[in-house]
């Protein structure tokens, strides 16, 4: 009978129960093993150190020496609260994350005898899908021979462009593709809301 392996070779690809540790984003302090250094900072005089005096000076200010350019020679450091760094580092992105919110297309559909009480209540649709930042797609579906009908669709989309004008803009006419209609809107940004995103 053949007894497990318990040596250190594990042949059945299990990692054991520890995941392996990520690695810091930076280097700091005591990590940092290069001889000199250029350091930068608020409260520091610009200029190429011995890591060692560059982690003293660091020290004395109660502040960590962050490894910010290992690329550079010498590597450039600064004198920083890391913990504070790495907050406001990740609050950015999350701010810019949510600045960089994808739009969604927003799909609209009419046929060319949708009557005015459903021709409102789409409208409010789009304009809550407008107002959100998504852009619609507004299309007029023929079926059989309502296609003679195109005209009128023109006319339901264009109607329903009127409508949607302080909310949205055309980005081209109304074009037919196959057996539809489509007119596509993209949301306005207002100059309120650029104004409050800069404040």
Known sequence: ????????????????????????????????????????????????????????????????????????DPPVCRVIDYNKFLYDKKKKEKEMKAKAKTTEMKEIRFTPNTDDHDFDFKAKHAEAFLKEGNKVKAYVQFKGRAIQFKDRGELLLLKFAERLADFGSLESMPKLEGKRMLAIFTPKTTKKKTEKAQA
């Open 1 to 72: 009978m053949a007894l497990p392996n318990r040596g250190g070779i594990n042949k059945g690809g299990f990692k054991g129960r520890f995941a392996p540790r990520k690695e810091a984003e930076h280097r700091i302090n005591h990590h940092i093993r290069v001889p000199q250094v250029r350091l930068v900072g608020d409260n520091v005089t610009v200029g190429i150190y011995s890591t060692q005096d560059a982690m003293k000076i660091a020290q004395e200010q109660e502040l960590d020496l962050v490894e910010i350019s290992p690329q550079a």
